[in-house]
């Protein structure tokens, strides 16, 4: 073991897909960063982002969220190029369901077509044979936009059916589509929009929770609006931790079917958010945490 390898308790524990013989770390990585700007073209840093996703790997990462439409096909090539031959013990999920305009534009397709080539392409810049776990991600930008997702899903479950694709995810979903997906296909995962300041799915990741499918929060720390919140910011303080850090470590603490998947395309940054694993929140602060998604309500009903 690497002298820098974190044990599994110091990267929040581990959590089993349902109906899987995968087990990941819940502080994971994601690596949507590693591309360029606005998440198009290559990095400023090639050497940089290779660093990234070594460091990850050697110290206790085993769980990598993906998607060959960061680039296009660059950060897939760049965790190829970094990790290949991968470990046993390394999981990496990608998600179809847009594509890239040339001007960088994300755009919402979720044709058969598309499938099947997003499918080939991540394969191909991976260097895989079959694609670990692949979530359909539904049309609406930061909240489900709602809708059948029935073709789109069935055509990825006859993908997985040809062995291309083991496991299957939703992201972007409101719970009758995971309802309408799970009468096509097991379900392993559901990744949506959620943070400290945005609660939404609350009542969503309980229901999960007691089915044993994991829940992986995109933007956990608010994404291209970066959270900003004075009741963080003194909780921080009290305990010692950097706002994201407590913002991460609140996660932890929400539901133990909760993966993490925080991106940085610095290694320093990535040490900061693995770090946030191993915080313990007292009750106190986490009741102090707990009232800001409310008060962030309020003031949007202000606006």
């Avoid at 073209?41 to 960061?70: C, F, K, M, Q, W």
């Avoid at 991106?263 to 009232?291: C, F, M, Q, W, Y």
């Amino acid at each position: 073991m690497s002298a820098r390898t974190n044990s599994q308790s110091e990267l929040g524990g581990t959590f089993n897909l349902p109906g899987t013989s995968i087990t990941v770390n819940r502080m994971g990585y994601g690596a949507m960063q590693l591309a360029g700007p606005h998440v198009f073209g290559p990095p400023r840093d090639r050497d940089a982002a290779l660093a990234v996703l070594r460091e990850a790997v050697e110290t206790g990462v085993n769980h990598i969220d993906t998607s060959d439409i960061y680039g296009p096909h660059v950060t897939n090539q760049i965790i190829k190029e970094a990790l290949h031959p991968y470990k046993d013990s390394l999981t990496i999920v990608t998600k179809l369901g847009y594509r890239r305009g040339d001007d960088s534009s994300w755009i919402p397709d979720s044709s058969r077509e598309t499938l099947i080539q997003g499918t080939l392409d991540n394969l191909r810049n991976l260097a895989l044979d079959q694609l670990d776990v692949v979530n359909l991600r539904a049309s609406g930008v930061s909240a489900p936009a709602g809708g059948s997702i029935e073709a789109p899903f069935t055509v990825l479950a006859e993908l997985q059916r040809q062995g291309l694709i083991r496991h299957l995810g939703l992201s972007n979903v409101t719970p009758a589509q995971l309802a309408e997906a799970r009468k096509i296909a097991a379900v392993v995962c559901v990744q949506n929009f959620y943070n400290v300041a945005n609660r939404s799915d609350d009542a969503f990741i309980d229901s999960l929770a007691a089915e044993g499918i994991a829940y992986v929060p995109f933007f956990p720390l608010g994404g291209f609006s970066p959270l900003q919140s004075s009741t963080l910011e003194d909780a921080a303080k009290s305990i010692g931790a950097t706002p994201m850090q407590t913002a991460q470590a609140w996660l932890l603490q929400r539901s133990a079917n909760i993966l993490l998947i925080p991106g940085t395309s610095s290694v320093a940054h990535l040490r900061e958010n693995l770090a946030a694993a191993s915080i313990k929140l007292p009750a106190e602060i986490v009741a102090r945490l707990d009232t800001i998604a409310g008060a962030a309500k309020q003031v949007a009903s202000q606006v």
